[in-house]
Structure formats: structure tokens, C-alpha cells
């Protein structure tokens, strides 16, 4: 089993979002190293959520991926704001998975919190101008915020 960390605003798609819903596809990542992390991704991995673009930033909760390998539908989609005329479905560019929600923290582990516990080069998201929204996270680092939750 692999960790992950996902990012998403809470505002878009926000853990309360996940939580209601059960599961969802991870839709919309335009990035090439997102998406290959994507790829990587297998089912039974965890992956951490992260609250981005809000005050504080930070993980409020973990999610379990339950499919591998999805061709994301919204590059064909011409209304989606991901649409990618280049795309066809015979030859698909991006990639998702499906998570579902496993836990809630009951308080979110903030961007100064993992700051304080962790530096960049043990945690991805903290290396200055990382604005990708997956990441990998080493197991050991995985079982520290755990332990922080």
C-alpha cells in the first residue's frame, strides 16, 4: 500500500463534499506529473486530503482508492472546464482514480502544523513552488501524520 496526498479547495470539492458523497472520481487534473502520480496510484492506497487555496491550508482527512486507471470523461467533455480537443477516446491523455472517503480528523493538520513536524524534503507539499495536486508520501512520513491526526 502506497500514501498519497490529494489536493482539492474545499470550496470546489472539499472533504464534506467526499464525505457525502461515499466516493467520487478524482476528475480534472491538468498536470502531466499529477496525472502520471494518478497512474501510479493502485487500488487500496491511501491518500491524504488537503484543503488548499483557503485559510489555513492543510489535511483534514484520508481517502481510500477504490479504481485505478480511469480515463477521466471531462477531456471529451466540449462544456468541461478540462475539456482537451486533443484527446480522443481511442487515445485519452489524462487519467484518474476513484477514492472513497474513509475519516474525517477531528481537526485539520495545518499548513504551520506540517511545517513545524516535517521539512520539504520529507514532505512534497512544503518544497517551495510545489503546486502540484498529488504527491507522493513516503510510508514513514504517511505513519507520522497519522500519528499527528
Same mark, same amino acid.
Request: glycine share 6%.
Given at each position: 500500500m502506497a500514501f498519497w496526498l490529494m489536493k482539492s479547495e474545499p470550496v470546489t470539492y472539499g472533504i464534506h463534499h467526499l464525505k457525502a458523497e461515499g466516493e467520487t472520481l478524482w476528475d480534472g487534473v491538468r498536470n502531466y506529473q499529477a496525472r502520471n502520480f494518478l497512474q501510479a496510484m493502485a487500488m487500496g492506497d491511501q491518500a491524504f486530503f488537503?484543503?488548499?487555496?483557503?485559510?489555513?491550508?492543510?489535511? =483534514?482527512?484520508?481517502?481510500?482508492?477504490?479504481?485505478?486507471?480511469? =480515463? +477521466?470523461?471531462?477531456?471529451? +467533455?466540449?462544456a468541461s472546464p478540462y475539456f482537451d480537443p486533443k484527446a480522443t477516446p481511442e487515445k485519452p491523455r489524462w487519467f484518474t482514480v476513484k477514492a472513497r472517503f474513509t475519516r474525517e480528523f477531528p481537526e485539520m493538520i495545518t499548513l504551520p502544523i506540517l511545517k513545524a513536524q516535517f521539512n520539504p524534503e520529507e514532505l512534497g507539499v512544503l518544497k517551495k513552488g510545489n503546486r502540484l495536486s498529488v504527491l507522493p508520501v513516503p510510508p514513514a512520513i504517511a505513519n507520522r501524520i497519522l500519528e499527528l491526526a
Open positions: 488537503y484543503h488548499s487555496n483557503c485559510k489555513p491550508p492543510g489535511i =483534514v482527512g484520508l481517502m481510500t482508492i477504490t479504481a485505478e486507471r480511469v =480515463v +477521466d470523461p471531462t477531456q471529451f +467533455d466540449p
